[in-house]
Every structure is written in C-alpha cells, then in structure tokens.
C-alpha cells in the first residue's frame, strides 16, 4: 500500500481566509473560503477543517501546512510561511508557464508581480495606501448604488452608454457617483464605469511583459474585471483555476516543496529536507519569521 | 537580528546633548536657524548658535509626536501634502510642545535670523518665512540652481556670490564682523568632520558591515548640527575607532549577515526600529545610503572658504538631475557590493524621492540588481503601511534569497 501524502496552505488575507488541501503532484483535492473577520487564528482552523472536509483527507495525513496573506503570522497550526508575493507567483507558475505578469486583485489591496522563464519572482509592486484598485473600492460602489457586491458584475451587463469614473480616490470616486446619479445616469452605466476605473488603476501600476494571468476575489467573483483587463491590454489574460484560492494553493506548494521561509532561506537555500512536521499534531520547527 | 550596540552611542548622547543645552544658554551668542545643508560655517565664523529645525523635526518624528501636531499646522494653511518636517516643526511650536525639553529647553530657540539654502527644497524657505514673520527677524537665504547636469564654475560663482550677500545682514544682528582666518579655520574642521564622518559610513562597506544605515541615521547627528565644531570632529575620531575594531574581529551590526542593500530617500522617523529590526530578522544588512552620505562635503576647502561651500552645495545629490544621480547610486551599489536598493517613495518629500521619474526601473535594468520601493513618509505615519511595508520587505528578500539559491544550484 502507498502512503498518499497531502499538503496544505492558509491564505489569511483581509476580507477572506482560504485554505487549498492538495496531493504530491499539485491535484487541488478541497478548498475552503471563510471570513476572516477578528479572529484570524479561528477562520484560519476553520477554513483548514472545511476544506479537508471537502478534500476527504484526515488532518492527520496532512505532511505540512504553510501560511501565506497578511495574516500569515497569526496561523498557528502552519509549519512555515511565505508572503502572498511568493505564493501568488508560486501558485501560477505552476500552471502558467513565464514570463508571466500576475495581477493579484484582493479585498484590500492589488499586486502586480513578475516572474521570468524559469517562475522565479523577478519584481512586484503593491498598491499605495489607498482602497482604490481593489475589492474594497467595489464595495463601496455597490453600496452607494444599493446593491450587494455580487450582483455589481451582472448589473454592468446591462451598460449601453460609457461613463468615466475617477480611479485615483475611492472616496472621490464615490462622491463622483453621486454625481452622476443626480444627473441621472443609470445604475448600470455606472457600476461598468466602476469596473473601467478599477482596470485602470491596476492598469497603472507596472508595465505588463508576457502573458497576463489573473488572480485574487475580485477576479473570481467579478468576470468583468478579466473582460475589461483583455480589452485594456489587447492581450490574452488567463485565469487559472481557482483564481481566489491561489495564495493558499501556492502555500501549498511551498508547503510541499518545503521552500524554506526567509529567516532561514539565506543558509539554508531551499532545502526543505526534514523540515515536515504533521500538521495534525503541531509537532515540527516552524520555519517562519514572525 | 541586530548585533550589539556600538559603545559610542553613549559618547553621542552627551555630545548631542551638550549642544541642545547649550542652545537654552541665556545671555549667550545670537541664535541662527540654518537649514540642513545651508552655510553653517559662515554662521558658525560670526559666532552664532546655530539650531538646525530639520534635525529638530526628525526628533519629532522618532518621538512620534509629529502626528499629534502636525494637524495644527494643517489647519494653519500648511497642506498635508507638503513637507511633514515643516508641518510638525511648526505644528509643535504652536502646541508649545518641543522634545528640547529633555535639555532644559521650554521651547525652540528664539531666531535672530533665519538662513535658508533651496539647494534642497522650497519649504525651508517656506519654512523659516513662518517664524520670521514670528518673531519679526529676517529671513535670509541661498536661491540655489537645482537638478543639475555639471556644476559649472557659473554656477559655483554665483552662489558664493549669494553667500557673500549674507554677510552684512549677518555682521549686523550679530554685531561681529566677519574674519576670514576664523571662517577658513571652521571650513577646515567641517571639511575634517566630513572625512571622518564619510570614514566612518565607508566601513560598512566591509563584510559583515559593521553599522548599517539605521545606525548611521542617529550617529550623524553631529555631523548635521555639529558642522564646523571640534566636538564634532573628536566624536567621529572614536566612532571610526570603535567601528575599525569592528571591522577588524568581525563584529556584524546584523547577525549572520547575508544580504545587503542600499537605501535611497529619507528615513522614515517613526519607524526606525521597526524597520531595522524587521530587515536585521531577514539576515538583511541595509549597509548604506544617499541620506547618510549627503553630509559628506569633499569640495570643502578651507584655502578658498566661500567658494568651496558654494561648490559643495551645489554637488550635493539632491541638488543633481537624474544621471549624476544615477551615476553616485551605482558607484554607491559598487563600492558597497549590494543585492538590491531599497527607495523611500516620501510622500511629503518629493525631492527626495527618487522614485518618481522611474529611476529604480531604470537603475534595476543599469546595475542588474532588482530594486523595492517603499511607500511612506519621514514623519507622516498616515502614509505607512506596517503592514504592507513588512510584506513588501519580507516579499523582497525572498526574491533576493530564492534569486540567489537558484544562482548556485545553477
């Protein structure tokens, strides 16, 4: 009898904290997304227990578990981590062959990160301190057009006529709005202006090389980002599977291939020869950082 | 993690503070302010004390303060996005809050006059035109050129001419007139403390660095207020000792130092120790920077004193257009053997953000090393993300380090 082996990455990001269960060969066998809300440890277990549920893998045939998102530091079942920069890029790499310019659109904020040829990260850029650009700035769009944030995308499909939106301010962007409702203009119109601005904020931070690949929530949960970013761009831009999940798909893969975390990459370049540790029992050095 | 601290941090405590206290002193010499790079040796030569408002602002800012002041200002007029040292320094003074205090200081000293150089920026001028009308003394300066390709002798020439203009407003509010063996004498000692100073920053150029920029950003104190001061001179001569030593047993200001990077732009104040701590835990030694070395004046020369102020203030980096620029950066890349450059995008310091005119993309593709800008402020917290900092630093050795892992598995 083989002993199958599964890995497992957390992505604790701002709004949602996912969780990806895979095999040996990458095979995504359960994914998981919960809020994150104040409690980042619990949505992290959470989110964990949800997807081995959906991956019909006990805890206990987990090797390792890896961390990623802004509240990597805060899983504390997870082995080592890794900034969503590198597991973003990690997680593409795997199905995208480079030079690739991976654009990361998120609840709080948005990424551009390059890799080369061989996947490895050659350059990223994150937003300023500013909503615009990312999930939060759709949010508050919907929220002055009185619709929820998912139904923004299906109410764009309905725009006949095109408006301009500021993309510098989210909260210029929402006085605009009103604006432009006080004029009259339609409900649809102006959720597609939103997506426009949105694409062109992004659009702005970094020049594009090679194929455009998409990730992050706002991309999964809002198709016209991905429509309007090919139109942008006159280039293909792909959209791998599980477009949300893909920092925690990419902790996996570290978790895997036992990339080791930063306090420890400079001696130890990349070894992850017995740095496993059940994820089960907690047992095992945690390798990251915080 | 960090190294052990340097020794002669106590000796600096007392020197820094022996100059703070000295400008309480009642009945003593007149008082200038004197922008950063401005002519603090003719100042000093006329014998007045000589209060630098930017080193002051930057303590507001390391104290945290700058955030609980700055809104004064703002509601004064001064724009949130214009330079966060002015709106702190006159947000505190109008707060009646100063952390001079710790030296026996109720306030900021009074000006007498007030001296400005633009070689950096309007708003020192700005600046000192606020207290001016204050207190109703003068306000006096250097209109100096700006993004310069070459310093021309033109050049040079008509800013000494601007410094010699100085002179008589100078002579009279202090009532001493100006000698020219007194003024060759300070140009002499500013010129030694910028030796001594650039001494002590080229060591880091050693493996493991001995100090990094973080350390440098609290031991050039008196290289900025000290210019043209013995004091200034003796503290460095210990510090090179002290940082010689190091070099020599292979003390590392960064534990298991590993790699290395240069900082481009201004410190960010608030979070000093934030930042260090959080590269120094990633093996990563910041081991130099622009910011540290524009104290360093080689052109100073005591044989032709006015001049060769003029000359150095025109030399300066921040005063040059983007390929001398470029051109001090990669020397600096080269001499300190970095693995990538780290620029401070200040929100509030335009000119001295070297980020906006796309020079780390051009730089990254000139040395072919990858480069990080950071987003924030000297003193405006509001403009930082610890969080996104952190990631975007944590994210950058780990480019760095996966780069060099695949280079020797290679």
């Known amino acids: 009898m083989t002993l199958m082996r599964y890995y497992a990455g957390i992505d604790s990001g701002s709004w949602t904290t996912k969780a990806v269960i895979i095999d040996a060969d990458g095979g995504v066998l359960g994914t998981a997304v919960k809020r994150s809300g104040a409690d980042l440890a619990v949505a992290a277990r959470q989110a964990y227990d949800a997807a081995l549920a959906r991956a019909d893998v006990p805890a206990g045939d987990i090797v390792a578990v890896w961390s990623t998102g802004f509240g990597r530091h805060n899983v504390e079942f997870a082995n080592g981590s890794r900034t969503e920069l590198d597991c973003h890029g990690r997680g593409v790499a795997h ?3 480079g030079p690739v310019t991976v654009v990361d659109i998120g609840g709080q904020d948005a990424k551009v990160i390059r890799l080369d040829a061989g996947g490895q990260r050659v350059a990223h850029r994150m937003n300023r301190k500013c909503a615009a650009g990312t999930g939060s700035f759709l949010d508050e769009i919907a929220l002055r057009l009185g619709v929820e944030t998912g139904a923004l995308d299906g109410l764009a499909a309905e725009s006949a006529e095109t408006l301009e939106l500021s993309s510098f301010c989210t909260v210029f962007a929402g006085t605009e709005l009103l604006t432009l409702i006080r004029s009259g203009k339609r409900p649809a119109d102006l959720a597609m202006a939103a997506y426009r601005s949105l694409v062109k904020r992004v659009q702005a931070m970094e020049v594009f090389h090679g194929a455009m690949v998409a990730t992050g929530g706002v991309v999964a949960h809002h198709p016209r980002v991905v429509s309007l970013l090919r139109e942008a761009t006159g280039g293909e831009v ?25 306090g420890d990459a400079l001696d130890a370049h990349g070894n992850g020869d017995g740095r496993e540790a059940s994820a089960a029992t907690g047992v095992g050095s945690r390798q990251d950082v915080g | 993690m960090t190294g052990p601290a340097l020794s002669s941090t106590a000796t ?60 004064i200002a703002h509601a004064q007029g001064y724009s949130q996005d214009i330079c966060s040292y002015l709106t702190s320094d006159i947000g505190a003074y109008l707060a009646g809050e100063t952390p001079l205090k710790a030296y026996g200081l109720t306030s900021v000293p009074r000006a007498d006059v007030l001296v400005f150089n633009t070689n950096q920026c309007r708003d020192v001028r700005d600046w000192f035109e606020w207290y001016g009308r204050q207190w109703d003394v003068p306000v006096i300066g250097v209109r100096s050129p700006r993004s310069i390709d070459t310093v021309t002798d033109d050049d040079v020439e008509g800013v000494a001419r601007q410094i010699e203009a ?11 007139r100006l000698d020219g063996a007194r003024l060759a004498q300070v ?47 003796a503290y460095y001569r210990s510090l090179l000792a002290e940082l010689e030593e190091r070099v020599r047993t292979r003390v590392a200001a960064v534990r298991g130092e590993s790699l290395r990077l240069y900082w481009d732009g201004m410190p960010l104040w ?54 001398p620029k470029e051109q001090y950066i990669e020397r600096m890349v080269r001499q300190f053997d970095v693995d990538g450059i780290v620029f401070h995008d200040c929100r509030t310091c335009p000119n ?30 509001r403009c930082y993300s610890d969080e996104q900092g952190r990631t975007n630093i944590e994210g950058f050795v780990e480019q760095l380090a996966d780069t060099r892992a695949s280079r020797r598995g290679a």
Not at chain 2, 288 to 298: D, E, G, H, L, Q
Not at chain 2, 314 to 319: H, K, S
């Open chain 2, 166 to 176: 100085l002179v008589p407003t100078l002579e009279a509010v202090s009532g001493a």
């Open chain 2, 270 to 323: 608030g979070r000093l120790r934030a930042l260090a701590t959080n590269f120094a835990e990633f093996g990563t030694a910041v081991v130099a920077s622009t910011y540290c070395n524009s104290w360093i004046f080689p052109d100073l020369d005591a044989d032709d004193p006015i001049r060769s102020m003029a000359r150095a203030s025109l030399n300066l980096f921040i005063a040059r257009s983007e390929e």
């Open chain 2, 352 to 381: 001295n953000s070297n980020t906006r005119y796309a020079m780390p993309q051009r730089l990254s593709k000139r040395l072919g090393i990858p480069s990080l800008v950071l987003d924030g402020d000297v003193n405006d917290l």
């Open chain 2, 12 to 71: 600096l405590r007392e020197t820094m503070g022996s100059y703070y206290r000295s400008l309480g002193d009642a009945d003593t010499a007149p008082v200038a302010w004197c922008s950063s790079v401005g002519p603090a040796e003719l100042l000093r030569a006329l014998g007045y004390r000589v209060f630098f408002p930017e080193n002051h602002a930057a303590m507001l800012g390391a104290a945290r303060t700058a955030n609980r002041v700055m809104p």
């Open chain 1, 95 to 97: 199905y995208v062959r």
């Open chain 1, 238 to 262: 792909v959209v791998p599977p599980h477009p949300q999940e893909m920092g925690a798909f990419g902790a996996s893969l570290a978790a895997r291939d036992g990339a080791v975390a930063v």
């Open chain 2, 187 to 233: 140009v002499a000692i500013s010129r030694e403390c910028s030796h001594l100073w650039g001494a002590c920053l080229g060591t880091a150029a050693a493996r493991p660095a001995p100090f990094t920029f973080f350390d440098g950003t609290i031991q050039m104190g008196p290289a900025v207020v000290l210019r043209g001061m013995e004091e200034a001179c």
